[in-house]
């Protein structure tokens, strides 16, 4: 019978860890979410750059799930950023308003098309300096359009990813960008997309902020944290959601 790990052997064998070893340890962990997640993929639905932008601003403090029952009818109405910028701001509120902060929400989506209008032709840059200059636009929006409109990699530092990554002994940092930078160190950067994404999907399916499913999590052995949720494989089997509830 193996010999089970106790939590101070633990704690133990990853206070010893080199910065070598936390590199390894980090990409065997992103080729095992890869086994386990082959499908990963930004959950939000987008037809081009512009509806994915507007999409990641709107999922703000809101699932992917409600956005994604909601632009449908926002991207039918104003299919381009010349459309949107020119919209009477109360018939934007109505389409958006089963979404949080909808009226905040709506500022920023015709405050950006605005800007893509008056200031690059009407198309989404496929840059970080002048993504973020768009209003209601910061790092993460960005890496998420970047990434997965443009193919450019980008790290994407959600709830999720900043949960796991600390949880994983990746970084202690709780600032985004430091975050986005300690882990980039870690993982080649033509990666940098689909971690995001892995991470992501690990954090809304098993590894949640309350309860993880520690007991049927893949990672155990490779995580410091394995035992902050249940380890019974039975118990910790009913904590696992199949779909994207947050």
Known sequence: MARVETPAARARRFAKETHLGLVRRARKIDRVLADTYP?????LDFQNPFQLL?????SAQTTDVRVNMT????????????????????DVEQ?????????????????LSVAL????????????????TLPGVGRKTANVVLGNAFGVPG??????FGRLVRRFGWTQETDPVKVEHEVGE?????????????????????????????????LADLCPSYGEGPI?????????KDGPPN
């Open 186 to 218: 870690l993982i080649p950067r033509k990666d940098w997309t689909m971690l995001s994404h892995r991470l992501i999907w690990h954090g809304r399916r098993m590894c949640h902020s309350r309860r993880p499913a520690c007991g049927v999590c893949p």
């Open 232 to 240: 019974d494989a039975e118990e910790a089997r009913k904590l696992v």
């Open 95 to 111: 389409i958006l308003k089963s979404l949080g902060f909808f009226r905040a929400k709506t500022k920023s989506v015709m405050g």
């Open 54 to 58: 507007i999409a990641t601003v709107l």
């Open 39 to 43: 499908d990963a993929h930004c959950e």
């Open 71 to 90: 632009t449908p009818a926002l991207f039918a109405k104003y299919p381009t950023p010349e459309d949107l910028a020119a919209a009477n701001p109360e």
């Open 117 to 132: 209008r008056d200031e690059f032709g009407g198309e989404v840059p496929p840059s970080m300096d002048k993504l973020v």
């Open 155 to 160: 790290i994407t530092v959600d709830t999720h």
